[in-house]
């Protein structure tokens, strides 16, 4: 999906199939604040809503960089015994 087809809001259900993942996943980034969304039930049980922005700009963050090539380490001299 290109960022001109996808809707506003998503659900926790399509950003998982979407990102190829566990919806409670989705849920759990949600419930510990990480991934932003909105609340629209009036009831007990939570619906969720995603904007794709805040979707993007969250993983965005998560964009992985690759590491740096760690400094060589010196040999240690070991002293030969005759």
Do not use: F, K, N
Not at 1 to 15: F, G, I, N, S
Not at 36 to 47: K, V, Y
Not at 50 to 74: C, F, K, M, N
Request: hydrophobic share 35%; no cysteine; net charge positive.
């Amino acid at each position: 999906m290109t960022a001109d087809t996808r809707p506003a809001y998503l659900t926790p259900p399509e950003v998982a199939r979407l990102l190829r993942m566990r919806q409670a996943t989705v849920v759990s980034w949600i419930r510990s604040g990480r991934l932003p969304a909105i609340d629209i039930s009036e009831g007990r049980r939570p619906r969720y809503r995603i904007s794709t922005q805040a979707l993007d700009e969250y993983l965005a963050g998560r964009a992985v960089t690759p590491p740096t090539r760690p400094a060589r380490r010196e040999r240690l001299s070991v002293p030969r015994y005759v």
